[in-house]
Protein backbone atom coordinates (compact mmCIF):
# COMPACT_ATOMS: atom_id res chain seq x y z
CA UNK A 1 0.00 0.00 0.00
CA UNK A 2 1.61 2.47 -1.20
CA UNK A 3 2.50 6.53 0.70
CA UNK A 4 -1.06 8.82 -0.04
CA UNK A 5 -2.63 5.36 -1.87
CA UNK A 6 -6.08 7.49 -1.89
CA UNK A 7 -4.46 9.92 -3.81
CA UNK A 8 -3.47 8.03 -6.76
CA UNK A 9 -5.65 4.58 -6.68
CA UNK A 10 -9.20 4.45 -6.99
CA UNK A 11 -10.10 1.29 -5.13
CA UNK A 12 -12.50 0.50 -2.09
CA UNK A 13 -9.79 0.19 0.40
CA UNK A 14 -11.53 0.40 3.82
CA UNK A 15 -13.76 -1.91 2.67
CA UNK A 16 -11.13 -4.33 1.92
CA UNK A 17 -9.62 -3.75 5.33
CA UNK A 18 -12.87 -4.32 6.97
CA UNK A 19 -13.48 -7.27 5.92
CA UNK A 20 -13.71 -10.36 8.96
CA UNK A 21 -11.67 -12.08 6.47
CA UNK A 22 -8.31 -9.95 6.78
CA UNK A 23 -6.20 -9.90 9.65
CA UNK A 24 -3.85 -7.81 9.11
CA UNK A 25 -2.27 -5.67 6.19
CA UNK A 26 1.45 -4.71 6.55
CA UNK A 27 3.04 -2.00 4.63
CA UNK A 28 5.99 0.38 3.84
CA UNK A 29 5.96 4.11 4.20
CA UNK A 30 2.29 3.79 6.74
CA UNK A 31 1.36 7.19 6.78
CA UNK A 32 -1.83 6.59 8.84
CA UNK A 33 -3.69 4.84 11.69
CA UNK A 34 -5.52 1.36 11.60
CA UNK A 35 -5.70 -1.46 13.96
CA UNK A 36 -5.79 -3.71 11.32
CA UNK A 37 -2.38 -1.93 8.89
CA UNK A 38 1.02 -2.43 10.35
CA UNK A 39 4.40 -0.98 9.23
CA UNK A 40 6.95 -3.08 7.97
CA UNK A 41 10.60 -1.50 6.45
CA UNK A 42 11.68 -1.02 3.12
CA UNK A 43 15.31 -2.66 3.96
CA UNK A 44 17.58 -2.02 1.36
CA UNK A 45 16.46 -2.15 -1.87
CA UNK A 46 18.18 -4.40 -4.44
CA UNK A 47 19.17 -1.50 -6.71
CA UNK A 48 20.64 0.38 -3.96
CA UNK A 49 22.98 -2.31 -3.05
CA UNK A 50 26.17 -1.38 -3.15
CA UNK A 51 28.98 -2.56 -5.66
CA UNK A 52 31.06 -4.77 -3.31
CA UNK A 53 27.65 -6.72 -2.31
CA UNK A 54 26.76 -7.02 -5.83
CA UNK A 55 25.21 -10.52 -6.80
CA UNK A 56 24.08 -11.42 -3.25
CA UNK A 57 20.71 -12.65 -2.01
CA UNK A 58 18.95 -9.38 -1.79
CA UNK A 59 16.82 -10.81 1.21
CA UNK A 60 20.03 -10.97 2.92
CA UNK A 61 22.35 -8.52 2.33
CA UNK A 62 25.05 -9.92 4.43
CA UNK A 63 28.41 -11.69 2.58
CA UNK A 64 31.70 -12.68 4.40
CA UNK A 65 33.20 -9.54 2.56
CA UNK A 66 30.69 -7.03 4.21
CA UNK A 67 31.09 -8.51 7.57
CA UNK A 68 35.12 -8.28 7.24
CA UNK A 69 34.60 -4.83 6.36
CA UNK A 70 32.38 -3.68 9.07
CA UNK A 71 33.83 -6.14 11.89
CA UNK A 72 36.97 -3.88 10.65
CA UNK A 73 35.88 -0.94 12.81
CA UNK A 74 35.18 -2.27 16.04
CA UNK A 75 32.20 0.25 17.45
CA UNK A 76 34.91 1.75 20.62
CA UNK A 77 37.38 2.98 17.85
CA UNK A 78 34.70 4.69 15.87
CA UNK A 79 34.66 8.58 15.71
CA UNK A 80 32.39 8.93 18.77
CA UNK A 81 30.24 11.56 16.98
CA UNK A 82 27.17 11.22 14.61
CA UNK A 83 27.44 11.36 10.82
CA UNK A 84 25.29 12.83 8.09
CA UNK A 85 24.96 12.73 4.62
CA UNK A 86 21.72 13.48 2.81
CA UNK A 87 20.08 16.23 0.67
CA UNK A 88 17.77 18.38 2.98
CA UNK A 89 15.15 19.24 0.68
CA UNK A 90 14.12 15.99 -0.26
CA UNK A 91 10.66 15.41 1.19
CA UNK A 92 7.88 15.39 -1.20
CA UNK A 93 5.07 13.66 0.59
CA UNK A 94 1.06 13.45 -0.95
CA UNK A 95 -0.16 15.90 1.39
CA UNK A 96 -1.17 13.16 4.04
CA UNK A 97 1.58 14.48 6.31
CA UNK A 98 2.09 17.94 5.78
CA UNK A 99 4.35 17.66 9.88
CA UNK A 100 6.25 15.50 7.89
CA UNK A 101 7.65 17.84 4.60
CA UNK A 102 10.72 19.58 6.32
CA UNK A 103 11.97 16.63 7.47
CA UNK A 104 15.36 16.55 6.66
CA UNK A 105 15.60 20.54 6.36
CA UNK A 106 14.68 20.75 9.76
CA UNK A 107 17.51 18.09 10.72
CA UNK A 108 19.93 19.66 8.76
CA UNK A 109 19.07 22.64 10.52
CA UNK A 110 19.24 21.41 14.01
CA UNK A 111 22.59 19.87 13.82
CA UNK A 112 24.94 21.73 11.35
CA UNK A 113 26.27 24.23 13.68
CA UNK A 114 26.34 21.03 16.49
CA UNK A 115 30.15 20.15 15.74
CA UNK A 116 30.65 19.08 18.82
CA UNK A 117 28.04 16.29 17.88
CA UNK A 118 27.50 15.96 14.44
CA UNK A 119 30.34 15.75 11.38
CA UNK A 120 28.62 16.81 8.19
CA UNK A 121 29.31 15.36 4.42
CA UNK A 122 28.15 16.97 1.72
CA UNK A 123 26.01 14.56 -0.36
CA UNK A 124 26.09 12.89 -3.75
CA UNK A 125 29.54 11.12 -2.81
CA UNK A 126 30.41 7.97 -4.57
CA UNK A 127 27.82 5.15 -3.31
CA UNK A 128 30.86 2.84 -1.99
CA UNK A 129 32.52 5.79 0.34
CA UNK A 130 29.00 7.19 1.65
CA UNK A 131 28.91 3.42 3.23
CA UNK A 132 32.77 3.11 3.64
CA UNK A 133 32.43 6.59 5.91
CA UNK A 134 29.41 5.82 7.58
CA UNK A 135 30.93 2.87 9.34
CA UNK A 136 33.48 4.88 10.65
CA UNK A 137 30.79 6.89 13.05
CA UNK A 138 29.53 4.95 15.91
CA UNK A 139 25.98 6.95 15.18
CA UNK A 140 24.33 7.90 11.76
CA UNK A 141 21.31 9.95 11.27
CA UNK A 142 18.70 8.87 9.56
CA UNK A 143 15.80 11.58 8.87
CA UNK A 144 13.74 9.85 6.21
CA UNK A 145 13.41 11.00 2.70
CA UNK A 146 10.33 10.68 0.36
CA UNK A 147 8.78 8.18 1.93
CA UNK A 148 8.28 8.09 5.93
CA UNK A 149 10.58 5.25 6.19
CA UNK A 150 14.20 5.71 7.26
CA UNK A 151 15.78 3.22 5.10
CA UNK A 152 17.53 2.26 3.48
CA UNK A 153 20.02 4.50 5.27
CA UNK A 154 18.86 2.44 8.70
CA UNK A 155 19.61 -0.44 7.32
CA UNK A 156 22.66 0.66 5.96
CA UNK A 157 24.01 2.10 9.17
CA UNK A 158 23.06 -1.05 11.35
CA UNK A 159 24.64 -3.19 8.75
CA UNK A 160 27.95 -1.24 8.84
CA UNK A 161 27.67 -1.22 13.16
CA UNK A 162 26.89 2.21 13.44
CA UNK A 163 23.93 2.57 15.58
CA UNK A 164 20.76 4.35 13.73
CA UNK A 165 19.16 7.54 15.23
CA UNK A 166 15.33 8.12 13.83
CA UNK A 167 12.80 10.45 14.86
CA UNK A 168 9.56 8.70 16.03
CA UNK A 169 6.46 8.18 13.10
CA UNK A 170 4.06 6.09 12.06
CA UNK A 171 7.11 3.48 10.84
CA UNK A 172 8.73 3.18 14.42
CA UNK A 173 7.26 0.15 15.75
CA UNK A 174 8.71 -1.57 12.94
CA UNK A 175 11.67 -0.83 13.86
CA UNK A 176 12.00 -0.75 17.75
CA UNK A 177 13.57 -4.42 18.09
CA UNK A 178 16.84 -3.27 16.65
CA UNK A 179 19.83 -1.69 18.08
CA UNK A 180 18.79 1.79 17.47
CA UNK A 181 17.81 5.41 18.78
CA UNK A 182 14.06 6.57 18.44
CA UNK A 183 13.39 10.37 19.12
CA UNK A 184 10.47 12.21 19.68
CA UNK A 185 12.55 15.59 18.77
CA UNK A 186 15.83 16.03 17.19
CA UNK A 187 16.54 18.29 20.52
CA UNK A 188 16.96 15.40 22.73
CA UNK A 189 20.25 14.59 21.02
CA UNK A 190 22.93 15.34 23.86
CA UNK A 191 26.79 14.59 24.23
CA UNK A 192 25.51 12.90 27.76
CA UNK A 193 22.46 10.61 25.48
CA UNK A 194 24.75 9.62 22.86
CA UNK A 195 26.58 8.09 26.15
CA UNK A 196 23.85 6.39 27.07
CA UNK A 197 23.00 5.17 24.24
CA UNK A 198 25.67 3.66 23.17
CA UNK A 199 26.23 1.79 26.34
CA UNK A 200 22.65 0.63 25.62
CA UNK A 201 22.61 -0.58 22.07
CA UNK A 202 26.40 -1.13 21.09
CA UNK A 203 26.40 -4.76 22.00
CA UNK A 204 23.53 -5.65 20.26
CA UNK A 205 25.53 -4.92 16.88
CA UNK A 206 27.95 -7.50 17.51
CA UNK A 207 24.99 -9.75 18.69
CA UNK A 208 24.53 -13.32 16.39
CA UNK A 209 20.49 -12.57 15.95
CA UNK A 210 21.19 -9.27 14.83
CA UNK A 211 21.29 -10.54 11.16
CA UNK A 212 17.88 -12.61 12.04
CA UNK A 213 16.31 -9.34 13.15
CA UNK A 214 16.46 -7.13 9.69
CA UNK A 215 15.64 -10.06 7.38
CA UNK A 216 12.66 -11.32 5.26
CA UNK A 217 12.25 -13.92 7.30
CA UNK A 218 12.16 -11.96 10.92
CA UNK A 219 9.14 -9.96 9.26
CA UNK A 220 7.52 -13.13 7.68
CA UNK A 221 6.99 -14.48 10.85
CA UNK A 222 5.50 -11.50 12.55
CA UNK A 223 3.17 -11.22 9.56
CA UNK A 224 2.36 -15.42 10.42
CA UNK A 225 1.43 -14.66 13.67
CA UNK A 226 -1.00 -12.57 12.81
CA UNK A 227 -3.08 -15.80 11.93
CA UNK A 228 -2.44 -17.53 15.54
Same mark, same amino acid.
Given at each position: ??L??????????????????????????????H?K????? +???????????????????????????????????S???????????????????????????Q????????????????? #?????????????R????????????? #????????????????????????? +????????????T???????D?????HA??????????????????????????
Amino acid at each position: MPLGFEKFFDFRWKDIISNRHLRAWFTENLDLVHEKIRPIP +LGIPFPDLPSWLAGTNSSTVWTDDFAALADSWKHASRIPKIFGCWYPRVNHHSGTCPEEDNERQNAYDTFINRKELFDWHE #PGMDRNNFIAAMGRYRFVLCPHGGGLD #PNPKCWEALIMGAIPIVRRNSMSEA +LEHLPLVVVDEWTEITREMLDHWEARHAPALEAENLRHLMSNEYFYRKMEACLD
